[in-house]
């Protein structure tokens, strides 16, 4: 009985591994150190702690970004974000940072993390180029997916120029947009000019991505 036990638990243990291989996905946070990242534009703080990677805002400092070293085109990105209340944050994707463009500044797509009344949590924005293109305002189921003040699971689905976004399994981009097709993938920092924001954090945790096999994993729109 013993044996045939040790039998059953390492044929689960191969199938567990079989379909984590099949998957693809990869830790783009080890949540150890930030070996794979350097940070662009503002000097907010990044830390870990707990495996988490946490942002904390500073006052009158331009928006801060730590970037991922490699590039990335076509990918599936998954994590689990809290931002405080009161903050802007989000995640640039396919983004670039070159001298001949507003002095390095960040600029491309973002997933919107924030805690504001409008609720655009997950819709997506061009940093520092053309503003909103898919604003929340057009999908207001979507509105009521990010839950302030918990851990929110967000998806993002970046596959040729179709740009989708889910956050807690609720679809809440469908954009289709062609400017950029590949970049760094960051997280955000917004810069603050209210004192009494200082100091509140943006924490990341659970950071993986997927970069082969993307039409058979992408997931089914609402609409």
């Known amino acids: ?11 689960l243990l191969t199938s567990c591994l079989t379909v984590s291989a099949q998957d693809n996905w990869e830790a783009l946070f080890n949540g150890k150190d930030l070996s794979n990242f350097h940070q662009l534009n503002g000097d907010a703080d990044f830390s870990i702690a707990n495996q988490e990677l946490i942002g904390t805002s500073k006052l009158g400092i331009p928006n801060s970004f730590l970037a991922t070293k490699k590039i990335y085109g076509d990918f599936i990105l ?6 405080e209340n009161g903050l802007n944050s989000g995640v640039q994707f396919r983004s670039l940072s070159t001298p001949d463009y507003m002095d390095g500044r960040v600029h491309g797509y973002q997933c919107e993390i924030e805690t504001s009344p409008r609720k655009w949590a997950g819709g997506v924005y ?27 699971h967000y998806r993002i689905e970046a ?4 740009i989708r976004t889910w956050i807690n399994d609720v679809q809440c981009a469908n954009l289709v947009d062609a400017t950029t097709g590949e970049g760094f993938i960051a997280f955000q920092v917004h810069s ?11 924490k990341w945790k659970n950071i993986n991505i997927k970069t082969s096999d993307l039409k058979k994993s992408q997931k089914q729109l609402d609409r």
């Open 1 to 11: 009985m013993k044996k045939l036990k040790i039998e059953i638990l390492a044929l």
């Open 78 to 83: 998954e994590f689990d974000v809290f931002v």
């Open 126 to 152: 061009d940093e520092a180029r053309n503003g909103w293109l898919y604003p929340l305002s057009r999908n207001p189921k979507g509105q009521s997916a990010f839950r302030p003040g918990e851990w929110n």
């Open 159 to 162: 596959i040729g120029p179709n």
């Open 192 to 202: 603050i000019h209210d004192k009494s924001l200082e100091g509140k954090i943006v």
